[in-house]
């Protein structure tokens, strides 16, 4: 058990819907990271926020967004849903942040979006 | 993009043989870190290694790095039923995030 965990566990969209999906994080760590896992392939890196701002983001469009909270809760928006968004969505949160290293990060169950 | 590559894609063995896996990656690395996978749930960090370190142990696993090669093992040693898992290596390039590899799927047969 990491003390992170996600919420839902399994969603079911059609095309062109929104979804936010949330995730709470270990207390005292202040950077969270979301990625997204299609079947058959490894985690791919969406953004990260360190102390509510973003701090990186990876290869993903706008209508992929997210906030931060100070209670350790963040949240990963999805506009305009397409059928490739179908996928396992993971949060990890790590007590370390700002530094440029990315260090162990504690993963959530992860929510499976299934978009039809 | 995935930065790593692990090798073997399937490994399947019996249970007390060892497990052995590799990575590949392409740039200069802060740190590589293993990873299991159960089922397509969330991932349970292993091991960290840094890029000034040549080798880590922790209980039944052992992780090598050579940076001039670019590329981590990781070795599951009397392996069991329980290690039944994908395994995957991502590595820390200094930009806030870690790139993982597609992963090794492990059977482990009692």
């Known amino acids: 058990e990491t003390g992170v965990t996600q919420s839902p566990t399994h969603l079911i969209k059609t095309r062109g819907q929104q979804v936010t999906l949330r995730c709470s994080s270990q207390?005292?760590?202040?950077?969270v990271s979301w990625y997204q896992q299609a079947l058959g392939q490894g985690p791919q890196f969406i953004f990260q926020?360190?102390?509510?701002?973003?701090?990186g983001r990876g290869n993903f469009p706008p209508r992929f967004s997210g906030l931060q909270f100070p209670n350790y809760s963040s949240e990963l928006n999805v506009n305009a849903l397409e059928l490739d968004d179908s996928a396992l969505y993971l949060c990890?949160?790590?007590?370390?942040?700002?530094?440029?290293?990315?260090?162990?990060?504690?993963f959530g169950p992860g929510t499976r979006l299934t978009v039809l | 993009s995935q930065q790593g590559e692990e090798d073997p894609q399937a490994l399947s063995i019996q249970e007390g043989e060892n497990a052995t896996m590799n990575c590949s990656y392409k740039?200069?690395?802060?740190?590589l870190q293993w990873y299991r996978q159960n089922s397509g749930r969330g991932l349970v960090h292993l091991i960290l290694?840094?890029?000034?370190?040549r080798e880590k142990h922790s209980g039944r696993l052992r992780v090598t790095l050579d940076t001039s090669k670019k590329s981590s093992s990781l070795l599951i040693t009397a392996s069991r039923a329980a290690d039944t898992a994908s395994y995957f290596c991502?590595?820390?390039?200094?930009?806030?995030?870690?790139?993982f590899g597609k992963g090794t799927k492990l059977t482990v047969n009692p």
């Open positions: 740039t200069s690395i802060n740190n």
């Open positions: 991502a590595t820390d390039a200094g930009s806030e995030k870690l790139v």
């Open positions: 990890a949160s790590s007590p370390t942040g700002g530094t440029g290293s990315t260090d162990t990060q504690y």
């Open positions: 207390s005292g760590h202040n950077t």
């Open positions: 926020y360190y102390r509510e701002e973003e701090n």
């Open positions: 290694i840094r890029s000034n370190e």
